[in-house]
């Protein structure tokens, strides 16, 4: 089992930045897949953005193709989700979320869950 926890959310007007980050702690990091989710108010979880075990595959929402990055450090055991150009539509709960083997966009893929961190970008 791995244990995610989130930081780096807060408060952004929009065209600003922010870079999240996602500590696992518990079994080996480098044997998972890791991913990035958001939750709107009123709206389900959605897929952000997922990355391989090696960090040489990764996949994007069309949503945020060509403003986000998704990054990793197995050294670090914490994976990264550098935000920039933010609308007001990205506002949400962003989630980290692991699971094995293959990149997916399916939430229900993923086993484990962070407790999420808060992203609101002002207009």
């Known amino acids: 089992q791995v244990q995610l926890v989130e930081s780096g959310g807060g408060l952004v007007q929009a065209g600003g930045s922010l870079r999240l980050s996602c500590a696992a702690s518990?079994?080996?990091?480098?044997?998972?897949?890791m991913g990035w989710f958001r939750q709107a108010p009123g709206k389900e979880r959605e897929f952000v953005a997922a990355?391989?075990?090696?960090?040489?595959?990764?996949v994007y929402a069309d949503s945020v193709k060509g403003r986000f990055t998704i990054s990793r450090d197995n050294v670090k055991n914490t994976v990264f989700l550098q935000m920039d150009s933010l609308k007001p539509e990205d506002t949400a709960v962003y989630y980290c979320?692991?699971?094995?083997?293959?990149?997916?966009?399916?939430?229900?893929?993923?086993?484990?869950w962070g407790q999420g961190t808060q992203v609101t970008v002002s207009s």
């Open positions: 990355i391989s075990w090696g960090g040489v595959s990764s």
């Open positions: 979320a692991a699971k094995y083997t293959s990149i997916t966009r399916r939430r229900g893929d993923y086993y484990y």
């Open positions: 518990g079994r080996t990091f480098s044997d998972y897949v």
